[in-house]
């Protein structure tokens, strides 16, 4: 009897979730909130334990991210990118990258603020975050690529500016993921898997910047489909 009382309680909630009014979802989005905060094994997207299976592939998820996003940007940021600045020409290559870091660096730290604000803000009916995850996919992979195209300083700069707004619109919604959908008592464990993969991914960029700094635009595409691949993988 228990058993059913909690099923039938489970798919009431489901159906307000789905199809209740603005002021119903929000307060089961709270009531589960308060549950989650009380019980370290519950979720505060949905106020109920989360399955094993899930909890390995959210880890799994945040692994590959940290893997493809920092091999990708250790290719151009640390190999391919203070070889293309040797090609710009009346401009000293260590002058241009300190300008390019600094310029990049704000960037970085106005579009991360930005992204995660707006993501959380946003509501779709594909959730807060997967469309500026996606999105930040598409734009970073696009601008990295222009930015091997072009040998204008101050075009290179601004390209790569909108490189690292499209970075940081993949990271900053999806890192949020870790406080909306995982169980507290599980989360510093989940964030370890991140670390672990950003740690990893940085030499693996090295190595593989190594091997493509004789042939620029396929390394340059290789960071490109690392961004959309990063991307697809919590989903």
């Known amino acids: 009897m228990q058993t059913m009382e ?3 309680g489970r798919r009431m909630k489901d159906s307000v979730f789905e199809t209740g009014s603005a002021q119903e979802r ?4 709270r009531a589960a909130i308060a549950a ?3 019980d370290p094994t519950l979720s505060p997207e949905t106020g109920r334990p989360v399955e094993r299976r899930t909890i390995v592939r959210f880890g799994l998820s945040f ?3 940290g893997v493809f996003w920092m091999s990708g940007l250790g290719i151009v940021s640390l190999v391919l990118l203070p070889e293309h600045l040797k090609q710009v020409p009346g401009v000293s290559p260590e002058y241009l990258i300190g300008v ?3 310029c ?4 970085s730290l106005v579009s991360n603020l930005m992204f995660g604000n707006f993501s959380d803000r946003s509501r779709s009916r594909y959730g807060r975050r997967t469309p500026w995850v996606l999105g930040g996919a598409v734009l970073g992979g696009v601008t990295l690529f222009l930015t091997g195209m072009t040998t204008n300083p101050i075009l290179l700069t601004v390209v790569y500016c909108l490189c690292m707004f499209g970075l940081n619109c993949m990271i900053a919604p999806l890192v949020a993921v870790l406080s909306d959908r995982v169980p507290s008592g599980v989360r510093g464990t989940l964030s370890a898997f991140y670390g672990a993969g950003s740690t990893v991914g940085s030499p693996i960029g090295s190595l593989l910047g190594a091997a493509f ?6 390394g340059l595409r290789s960071r490109a489909a690392s961004c959309s691949w990063a991307a697809s993988w919590p989903f």
Do not use: G, Y
């Open 6 to 8: 909690k099923e039938r």
């Open 104 to 107: 990049t660096a704000v960037a």
């Open 100 to 102: 390019v870091n600094a």
């Open 26 to 29: 929000l307060a089961a989005h």
């Open 36 to 38: 989650a905060e009380k």
């Open 213 to 218: 700094v004789s042939r620029m635009i396929p």
């Open 63 to 65: 692994l590959l991210f």
